[in-house]
């Protein structure tokens, strides 16, 4: 291993995937899966921790030989002669290794326990200074367990009482002796109850070894636990907690779990067989480990387990050692575990690694704000929130973008749908006399006619739209009561908001009754805030699926500032995110607006607070430009954004968004661009062809990710529509993906056949190539 450890200068690889908008979940430990929208960065923390083990390994190797050996052979010294010699005690051994690794000096060498028992034997021979070394241990667990055996078993002598039946530890106590030559410190303490009532009285014991500890603080925690009850729940998590209330959760980073009765037999398993050995050690060591993880409040920790077996008639090796049914000697590994444990702590605290949390043992970290995230982010084009009609405003697009319609008066077929001649909807039975080409013309007509239609309404809304802001919404209003009153009304009344039902949530791909989509719609909100459900698309089969609620509002600030305010929440057992997204504007003249807003993101396991600002200028008919910036609250991160965006339209169908920007945190910076183009139909939004290509480009440390993405619908013939989209990233991976609907063909419909009839024939034929569909 090279141990040239630049902490700061880890290099994650970015994983691109063709993409517009560069995409993260922003976490720092768990990279999201990718998507064709994503771009995807692998953790920085986990090729640091696999540096910063390896390196530590090493400094074990180094330090903690002379012990380690010493723990192998019992206190047996050896025959061996040195050659070399070595006048560095324990201590100035650890910093000269820690300190060599720290600064590079370490050279390749594989660890291996032979070459350390190898130079600890020659060190111990020379015998001209002994290490010192002591181990402080707290033992922790519930009541009964074989906390107070395991202590007798580790001195090999009864240094504290036991009881099958009683409490037999009732305070706090210290309890010293020498090990094999390692003066060893054990905190024995009274056992702890996992029921959630009993919870006050373990915060009183707790509290006396909290008391305890800071006279005396421990190296290791030993949580002791039995290996033969068959718990497969988190029931001992109330406990758990306890313990981190009270202790901190930094008491679980140097724990090691022991499992008592290990050479019992194992009870039967839920068919009524006997479980195996280790079918019973992997699923304890899980459920403790999971319970702990959950306890500490991180998913990273992975607390050693020991074995352990306490009874007097526990079978025992040649040198009288009690060994495990695996033929293991189970105190030389249980010490082995406290004393390297110990040692790579210190080496960690000496490295003075990144850490929050000093002496943090079994979980090294290194946090590196999502920049690309957050930068894709803030480079997202958004609409300013407008006022509602209701809310005083004129509905829609109303500060500046009304204004690209301003052709829409002088368009030459305005007049063109009061021109047609009269035309008569045909009744079905009318419909089957017709032959097939006067069924094509009737049809072709009618679709005409339902297009001029739809065009003429919309004009005629835009065109009232631009009235309304040009004389004021109550000048309008009046005008059209004076009318009413006067009967003069040659106007159409303005269009009520016609409330639209919800439309349903997104069908699962195969049809399951259990699916509550299937079974419920949602009613129209009466209320302004909307709220809904959100339905985990990946959720397991037959599950509900429903793990969140969003809510949206829309307000109107003082009558005049237009408001958005929309947050997810989203929780299950295991996980709990909130995405809160508010903004509020406010025009400056006709031509331009800002935007301020305030967002809430769950970023790994972590909230970060965004504040965020923008102003939109319209400095030329067809181009407006936005200058934006963020700061971003992550921990105790700031991360600082800017960017700058254009948009310009390029005639009718054609426009443009280029954006670019900049996140900085910690002296380190992220760099984007993003290119949108999109192409509508000419009567865009009445045809529905629309064409969008965005490329992106993320550029941070020393990784480049470059993506494209084409989206495209358009219908083809009456009652079809195609959706293409392609995604390309510039490590030459991406996604095709092709939706054909209809309401006529059948026989596309029946395509779908086609992969179900191929994986029959598959089965049958199993040697055949197969296809992916
Ligand atoms: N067979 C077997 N029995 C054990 C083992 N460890 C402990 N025991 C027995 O379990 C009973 C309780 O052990 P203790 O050491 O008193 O348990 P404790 O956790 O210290 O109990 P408290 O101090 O009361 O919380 C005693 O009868 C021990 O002999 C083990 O590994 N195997």
Not at 27 to 41: G, H, K, M
Not at 72 to 87: K, R, T, W
Not at 316 to 333: A, D
Request: aromatic share 6%.
């Amino acid at each position: 291993m090279d141990s040239d450890l630049e902490y700061e200068d880890a290099e994650p690889q970015l994983d691109n995937e063709a993409s517009p908008v560069v995409v993260n979940d922003g976490s720092a430990e768990e990279p999201a899966p990718a998507s064709a929208n994503s771009v995807v960065q692998d953790s920085p923390e986990k090729e640091q921790n696999a540096e910063d083990q390896a390196a530590a390994s090493e400094a074990v190797e180094d330090v903690g030989a002379k012990k380690l050996t010493e723990v192998e052979n019992g206190a047996a010294a050896p025959e061996l002669v040195p050659e070399s010699s070595n006048d560095n005690n324990g201590a100035d051994e650890t910093t000269g290794a820690t300190e060599g690794i720290r600064h590079g000096r370490q050279t390749n060498r594989a660890f291996s326990l032979d070459n350390a028992r190898r130079k600890a034997l020659i060190l111990e021979a020379e015998g001209k200074e002994d290490l010192d070394f002591s181990c402080n241990i707290l033992v922790l667990g519930k009541i009964g367990v074989g906390k107070s055996a395991t202590i007798n078993s580790i001195f090999g002598e009864e240094k504290t009482r036991t009881d099958a039946f009683n409490s037999a530890t009732t305070n706090v106590r210290e309890i010293v002796g020498d090990v094999d030559g390692v003066k060893i410190r054990i905190i024995d303490t009274p056992g702890l109850r996992p029921n959630v009532m009993d919870q006050g009285s373990n915060r009183k014991v707790l509290s006396a070894v909290k008391k305890f500890t800071k006279k005396c603080p421990p190296d290791i925690v030993l949580y002791v636990d039995r290996l033969d009850s068959l718990s497969r729940d988190l029931n001992d998590l109330p406990l758990l907690k306890t313990i981190t209330a009270v202790l901190g959760s930094s008491i679980w980073f140097n724990a090691i779990v022991a499992l008592t009765h290990a050479a019992s037999a194992p009870p039967e398993g839920l068919n009524g067989a006997p479980m195996t050995y280790e079918v019973l050690m992997a699923q304890r060591s899980h459920i403790i480990q999971q319970s702990i993880r959950q306890a500490a409040g991180d998913m990273r920790l992975m607390n050693p387990v020991a074995l352990v077996e306490n009874h007097p008639s526990c079978r025992r090796n040649r040198e009288g050692q009690k060994v495990l049914p695996n033929g293991q000697s189970w105190r030389h590994q249980m010490l082995l575990l406290c004393y390297s444990s110990k040692i790579l702590s210190e080496a960690n605290s000496l490295l003075k690694l990144q850490d929050p949390n000093p002496g943090k043992l079994f979980g090294f970290r290194f946090r590196s704000p999502p920049l690309p995230f957050l930068l894709s982010s803030l480079l997202q084009s958004r609409a300013h929130p407008k006022l509602s009609a209701e809310q005083g405003g004129n509905e829609g697009d109303s500060d500046i973008e009304l204004d690209d319609y301003s052709d829409v008066e002088q368009d030459d077929d305005e007049e063109e749908y009061d021109q047609l001649p009269p035309f008569k909807p045909l009744t079905k039975a009318q419909l089957v006399r017709l032959t097939k080409e006067q069924k094509n013309a009737y049809f072709d007509e009618y679709d005409y006619r339902v297009k001029l239609l739809q065009k003429k309404q919309w004009k005629d809304e835009i065109r009232r739209l631009k009235e309304m802001k040009k004389r004021g919404k109550t000048d309008l209003d009046d005008d059209y009561m004076y009318a009413n009153i006067t009967g003069e009304n040659d106007q159409d009344p303005p269009p009520e908001n016609v409330s639209v039902p919800l439309p349903d949530m997104v069908l699962p791909p195969s049809f399951d009754c259990d699916n509550p989509t299937y079974r419920y719609r949602f009613l129209e909100p009466t209320s302004t805030v909307l709220a809904r459900p959100v339905l985990d698309a990946h959720g397991w089969d037959h599950d509900c699926g429903y793990d969140g609620v969003s809510l949206e509002e829309t307000l109107a600030i003082l009558n005049r500032f237009p408001a958005n305010v929309a947050v997810q929440v989203t929780k299950d057992k295991k996980e709990f995110s909130i995405h809160l997204d508010s903004s509020i504007a406010a025009k400056h003249g006709d031509n331009a607006s800002s935007l301020a807003g305030f967002d809430i993101q769950t970023v790994g396991r972590q909230l970060a607070y965004i504040l965020r600002g923008e102003t939109k200028i319209k400095n030329i008919k067809k181009n407006k430009t936005t200058g934006g910036f963020s700061v971003t609250f992550l921990g105790d991160i700031v991360a600082t954004g800017l960017k700058v965006e254009d948009q310009l339209s390029l005639g009718k169908r054609l426009s443009l968004v280029a954006s670019t920007g900049m996140m900085k945190a910690q002296g380190d910076t992220a760099y984007g661009a993003n290119l949108e183009a999109r192409l509508k139909d000419k009567d865009y939004p009445i045809g529905q062809s629309l064409s969008t290509l965005g490329l992106s480009l993320m550029k941070w440390r020393r990784d480049l990710a470059l993506g494209a993405n084409l989206q495209s619908q358009f219908p083809i013939g009456r009652g079809s529509k195609i959706a293409v989209r392609l995604g390309l990233n510039n490590k030459l991976s991406g996604q095709i993906t092709i939706r054909t609907s209809t309401s006529e063909q059948v026989q596309i419909a029946l395509l779908g056949l086609v992969p179900v009839a191929a994986s029959i024939y598959r089965s049958f034929r199993p040697s055949e190539p197969s296809f992916a569909y």
